[in-house]
């Protein structure tokens, strides 16, 4: 099964090197796995053009409705405690001043965290995280150094991150620079189905994004929301 929400804001040459991508070149999900794509979905400190999303529905389908009510300080508590394996209320209230008590409500209530005797923890991460790669994609004509750190920004909530590029042969500079950085790079006219250079992958959950993005694919499916969560 799949999903793709969402067009680019703008018009030009990216926004059909974005549209050509989705049309010809997304990566193939595993069997068993559905893949969602969003399309400039707003992640607060990066708006990348195309996250391609893996996901196993039989873990979602599991979830009660009242994940569906988490905020974005609830899930950057997820990702502290994913990091920190369990805490106090006291040690928390120190990193999360503001409404702590109501965002534990929220997560216990969405059985997301459990109470033991050291504190606040998370729930088993098998049932919790639905999703088994991230992969963005920043699309430019031609690659540059701003594009290749755009797409380093992302690697902070991806399992991977490439640019993708009309460009048949990069400058080896660019290439050089996002192989340095663990960036891949997707030649469109070149490979269609292959990247140019694999990116570096990177283990998941890597920020509270990953834990929002998780969250969105299975509300996307489920047609609970009808804008992006951010």
Not at 202 to 230: H, V
Request: hydrophobic letters at 40%.
């Amino acid at each position: 099964m799949n999903y793709i929400h969402g067009t680019p804001a703008r018009k030009g040459l990216e926004a059909e090197l974005v549209l050509d991508f989705i049309n010809s070149s997304l990566p193939i999900p595993p069997k068993g796995l559905t893949r969602t794509v969003f399309v400039e979905p707003n992640l607060g400190n990066s708006i990348p053009d195309i996250v391609v999303i893996f996901w196993d529905q039989g873990i979602a389908k599991k979830w009660p409705d009242s994940r569906w009510l988490l905020k974005k300080i609830d899930y950057k508590l997820i990702q502290y405690l994913f990091c920190k394996g369990s805490e106090s209320d006291d040690v928390l209230s120190k990193f999360f001043p503001r409404e702590l008590s109501k965002s534990l409500e929220r997560l216990y209530k969405a059985a997301v965290i459990v109470k033991s005797d050291n504190g606040w923890e998370l729930g088993p991460f098998d049932e919790l995280f639905a999703v088994k790669r991230i992969i963005s994609f920043e699309a430019k004509i031609t690659t540059s150094k701003r594009v290749i750190e755009q797409a380093l920004i992302n690697s902070t909530f991806s399992s991977e991150s490439y640019v993708v590029t009309k460009s048949e042969y990069p400058r080896d500079n660019a290439r050089s620079s996002a192989e340095r950085l663990g960036i891949g790079l997707w030649s469109v006219p070149r490979m269609w189905n292959t990247p140019l250079l694999e990116a570096k992958i990177y283990p998941l959950p890597q920020s509270y994004q990953s834990w929002l993005l998780n969250d969105l694919a299975w509300e996307y499916s489920s047609g609970e929301i009808d804008g992006y969560k951010c």
